[in-house]
């Protein structure tokens, strides 16, 4: 692999792995940004958000979720803080195709695998949960969004490294 198109693949792998460290950081604070939401769509008349009643409708019935929960059942969180662990953890793996892309193009492959699985994970529990549809498919757009640097990482690679 020439050391530019080894960049370019590197510099994909690390837009990918922001992305998921950001996605991990940001499911800690929960409770505070869902209260950062409401204070700017749904208590603000002049909010753009009053066009869109079901935003609104969406932000205070999670927020009062949260607020509740985190009120009297504060081990739930525990659960997110997992998440965001998670989310942590799989962006530390893709530090080996970062390091060597070629020798670790199945981790690229897995993400992959992982990004399309988000569909159907999203079209199955989002109804069960009560989760709106228009939210759902912002759910998935993380799935769809996060395979595009990796196919284009793994399609670099494996036209450097055809036995990768």
């Known amino acids: 692999m020439n050391p530019r198109q080894l960049t370019r693949v590197r510099l994909l792998l690390a837009l990918f792995v922001g992305g998921l460290v950001v996605s991990g950081i ?25 066009a869109i009643p079901g935003l609104v409708d969406w932000l205070a019935f999670v927020h009062r979720g ?5 009120t009297d059942y504060p081990f739930v969180a525990y659960g997110t803080d997992w998440l965001a662990f998670a989310h942590i953890v799989i962006a530390i793996v893709f530090l080996g195709p970062i390091r060597d892309p070629a020798r670790n193009v199945w981790v690229i492959e897995w993400g992959m695998i992982a990004c399309a699985l988000v569909i159907p994970t999203v079209l199955v529990f989002g109804p069960l949960r009560g989760i709106p549809f228009g939210w759902q498919l912002l759910d998935a757009s993380f799935g769809v969004i996060g395979i595009v640097p990796l196919w284009l990482a793994r399609r670099a690679v494996r036209q450097m490294a055809p036995e990768a």
Do not use: G
């Open 26 to 50: 940001t499911a800690f604070p929960l409770r505070w940004e869902i209260d950062v939401l409401k204070r700017i769509f749904v208590d603000d008349p002049s909010s753009m958000a009053h």
């Open 66 to 70: 949260l607020v509740e929960t985190y």
